[in-house]
């Protein structure tokens, strides 16, 4: 079982940033693809992005390459998102996800089916 607790949601105006961390209670947390999700009000949860466990290789959404980076500290069981030039349109709950092993193919990681954890969620709400 493997327990995951984000932080770092708030609210920010548009054209800030914010960073979201997601803390993860297994030392294997090395073994562990992570992905980050999104579900805004009245929507489908959505994927952002998500970086693979061996050779880092990171994925996002067109939406979002360019403004959003994901990251990965091993040592402290930690995966983080940071969020710049954020929109009203990135409002939503955002989750982390966590993915025993490495898979070939982005679409993988694309799915909500392929994780196997998730944690509670953080509220990022973005004003005009």
């Known amino acids: 079982q493997v327990q995951l607790v984000e932080s770092g949601g708030g609210l920010v105006q548009a054209g800030g940033s914010l960073t979201l961390s997601c803390e993860a209670s297994k030392r294997s947390f090395s073994n562990y693809a992570m992905g980050w999700f999104r579900q805004a009000p009245g929507k489908e949860r959505e994927f952002v992005a998500a970086?693979?466990?061996?050779?880092?290789?990171?994925y996002y959404v067109d939406s979002v390459k360019g403004r959003f980076s994901i990251s990965r500290d091993n040592a402290k069981n930690t995966v983080y998102l940071q969020m710049n030039k954020l929109k009203p349109e990135d409002t939503g709950v955002y989750y982390c996800?966590?993915?025993?092993?490495?898979?070939?193919?982005?679409?993988?990681?694309?799915?909500?089916?392929?994780?196997?954890?998730w944690g509670q969620g953080t509220q990022v709400t973005v004003s005009s």
């Open positions: 970086i693979r466990r061996i050779i880092s290789n990171d």
């Open positions: 996800a966590a993915s025993w092993g490495d898979h070939s193919g982005t679409y993988y990681y694309t799915r909500g089916g392929s994780y196997d954890y």
